[in-house]
């Protein structure tokens, strides 16, 4: 390693941002290990789910048209249901990203008077649109007359049981956050997701337990459906799709609601009969394939990222030595100038577009401004190394992915010399 920090320190980065680098290296190798522990693990899951589905090489080619019989649809959603431990699952291109994967199984299931509970808070701000938090609901669930209500998290960021146990009678469905969203608290962990349904299930069995899964999947040994969740849902461009799914998502589950599910995204009767990924089988296939070894590798990334800027005096979640839900690392900003000259080390550091200045904006879906840095192969890829933050206080940047942990390396660097060159790193050791 020696020639590659000599290499950063001729390309600008400050000598005490190579000597905490180095700190955090070593003291981060206890997690490593654990890191490529899990990876193994997950590989074998996902290898196992390949030679259990019999895929060949003829499942590598999509069909046209209708898709009827297409045997590249059929054997994907056999790998991801293996892969997730699941009855069965939907794996589509035409599901556009996670929030739309949830939205549908939302739509497929609640119907006027029916009663959704979040159980762990305010869901992600694109999710509160669909929901209908907004001041004017509009077309979304409530708008269309169905019931709200939540349980906030407890002052340690875990589920509130005593609530959740209050208030979940009657409810059709309740959705649980796997990921913190842009919220300080911890990722939950699919130990607590399993004591969460088991709890659910014991008070109110029919109530289906929907789990937001986005940026969770092959962070942990087990899945939410291996602990008895009825429905996980998340997006092709983030975990799942290891890098190289262009586009799409996917939910897993009981059959019976993915079939209701699949129903609701194509038409009744005909959801798992018909479609086809028109060309992309393959990059399915194969970003499955490789999304345990790219999720560890941005688990890497994630972990030196608490280590390099907790030595730099920077507020981290989780914390150095924490356990780990998913690919999340959230870092405290001291100013909102702060958090663009962050995001924008990470754009400059980007293999596309790394010339832009990422300035907030407002986004789709977004109730604030939003700065958002992804200098990606694949447009919104959280998978690939990225950044982003609402722009309200406290100012806290959510940094994910990383298709090598060298590059995530190499971005946190870069984000830390452009803090350090606007005056909010000291450039000498303290």
């Not at 969203?181 to 699919?190: C, D, K």
């Not at 130990?191 to 299930?201: D, H, N, P, Q, Y």
Request: some cysteine; proline content about 4%; aromatic content about 6%.
């Amino acid at each position: 390693m020696h020639k590659f920090w000599s290499c950063l320190q001729t390309q600008g980065i400050n000598a005490r941002l190579i000597a905490a680098a180095k700190i955090a290296e070593t003291d981060a190798q206890d997690e490593f290990q654990k890191v490529s522990e899990i990876a193994a693990l997950n590989q074998l899951k996902v290898l196992n789910a390949f030679r259990q589905a019999g895929i060949s090489e003829l499942h590598l080619k999509d069909g046209t048209g209708y898709g009827y019989g297409d045997l590249g649809r059929e054997g994907l959603e056999a790998v991801y249901a293996l892969a997730f431990g699941s009855e069965a699952a939907l794996a589509r291109d035409q599901i556009i990203s996670g929030t739309h994967a949830i939205a549908i199984a939302l739509t497929a299931f609640l119907s006027r008077d029916d009663l959704l509970l979040s159980v762990t808070g305010r869901p992600y701000d694109t999710l509160a649109r669909i929901i209908g938090l907004a001041d004017n609901p509009g077309r979304s669930l409530r708008g269309m007359g169905v019931k709200y209500d939540e349980v906030e998290l407890t002052p340690t960021g875990q589920p509130d049981y005593e609530k959740i146990g209050e208030m979940v009678g009657g409810a059709r469905m309740v959705l649980i956050q796997r990921s913190r969203g842009y919220n300080w608290r911890p990722s939950l962990s699919v130990e607590e997701i399993g004591r969460l349904v088991a709890l659910i299930k014991k008070l109110s069995p029919n109530t289906v337990c929907l789990i937001d899964n986005c940026y969770g999947e092959f962070a942990e040994e087990l899945e939410p459906t291996d602990k008895g969740a009825d429905l996980i849902a998340g997006s092709l461009i983030k975990n799942a799709g290891g890098g190289l799914a262009p586009s799409g998502g996917y939910l897993a589950g009981r059959t019976d609601l993915v079939t209701v599910v699949a129903d609701r995204l194509i038409a009744p009767g005909l959801g798992h009969q018909i479609g086809t990924n028109l060309g992309l089988g393959r990059l399915l296939f194969q970003g499955l394939f490789m999304a345990p070894h790219i999720v560890g590798e941005a688990l890497r990334g994630a972990v030196f990222a608490a280590h390099f800027l907790s030595l730099l005096g920077l507020e981290t979640s989780p914390e150095p030595g924490a356990a780990r839900a998913d690919i999340v690392q959230a870092v405290k900003m001291p100013t909102r100038e702060a958090v663009i000259a962050f995001c924008r080390g990470i754009q400059a550091s980007s293999p596309v577009d790394s010339f832009v200045l990422p300035e907030p904006g407002f986004l789709p879906g977004y109730q604030d401004q939003v700065i958002m840095a992804a200098g990606t192969f694949i447009q919104g890829s959280s998978i690939e190394l990225s950044a982003d933050a609402p722009m309200r206080r406290p100012y806290t940047v959510y940094l994910q992915g990383g298709l090598s942990y060298s590059h995530a390396m190499i971005g946190l660097l870069n984000a830390a010399q452009m803090l350090m060159n606007e005056g909010y790193l000291d450039k000498e050791q303290g």
